[in-house]
Nanobody
Framework: QVQLVESGGGLVQAGGSLRLSCAAS????????????MGWFRQAPGKEREFVAA????????FYSDSVAGRFAISRDNAKNTMYLQMNSLKPEDTAVYYC?????????????????WGQGTQVTVSS
């Protein structure tokens, strides 16, 4: 098991940018982190947790939801056991708590049950 900690959230105006980080820690974090695909999800009040983006263990392939494609960019640095989400052109509808998770399989899915070791989340608020 690995502990994941998200950071980088905050309040930003529409059209602005934020960069989220997801850092892995724990006794096995190094080997565990670099061996797995990772993903970002978000959950707005009263809504279900939804897929945002995912990245293969190598970082060579990335996946995005239709709502963020072209505005968000997911990346990872396995040497630092850290994953990132660069969010540009933010919209009020991007407001949510953002979570990172470790994919249970080599190919990352788009459903929450396909992930494990969730972090505590970081709040992103976009004002209009």
């Amino acid at each position: 098991q690995v502990q994941l900690v998200e950071s980088g959230g905050g309040l930003v105006q529409a059209g602005g940018s934020l960069r989220l980080s997801c850092a892995a820690s724990g006794a096995a974090s190094g080997g565990t982190f670099r061996n797995y695909a990772m993903g970002w999800f978000r959950q707005a009040p009263g809504k279900e947790r939804e897929f945002v983006a995912a990245i293969l263990w190598s970082g060579r392939s990335t996946f995005y939801s239709d709502s963020v494609a072209g505005r968000f960019a997911i990346s990872r640095d396995n040497a630092k056991n850290t994953m990132y989400l660069q969010m540009n052109s933010l919209k009020p509808e991007d407001t949510a708590v953002y979570y990172c998770g470790r994919a249970k399989t080599v190919l990352p899915g788009r459903l929450p049950y396909e992930y494990d070791d969730w972090g505590q989340g970081t709040q992103v608020t976009v004002s209009s």
